[in-house]
């Protein structure tokens, strides 16, 4: 049975150069234990990290890179998340951190998302 909890979906981040590919992940409760929640790549679908609970940080990498990225949420069930996150990316000089912050959208299983669809990449701040 697939998860029917409400998807909390990143749409705005703020650092340097890396904090655009946050935006669309999204965090999703668990239906088995209720207490925690998973987080997925909206761009490839696959989840990143299980597991997570609120107020405590999780790592995680992209498929396909080697740069490890840390978040700490404080995740309101079923409404909102935000919190920090930094990663170790070596090519760029300056410190990568930042904030971010995800919203509960509607987004049901089996639906077909596209970039028109999505207004997130447009409240990527740097």
């Not at 997925?40 to 299980?50: F, P």
Request: glycine fraction near 6%.
């Amino acid at each position: 049975m697939p998860n029917t909890n409400m998807k909390i979906k990143i749409k705005a981040a703020t650092g340097q150069r890396d904090n655009s590919e946050l935006i669309g992940c999204y965090f999703q409760q668990d239906e088995s234990p209720a207490t925690t929640y998973s987080f997925y790549d909206l761009q490839s679908g696959g989840t990143l990290a299980t597991g997570i609970t609120s107020d405590s940080q999780f790592s995680f990498s992209f498929p396909n890179s080697h740069i490890t990225w840390n978040i700490t949420p404080t995740i309101v069930p079923d409404k909102s998340a935000s919190g920090t996150w930094s990663n170790n990316n070596q090519t760029i000089d300056a410190d990568e951190s930042g904030t971010w912050t995800a919203v509960a959208v509607p987004m049901p299983e089996g639906e077909e998302h596209s970039a028109e669809d999505d207004d997130s990449a447009a409240s990527a701040t740097a």
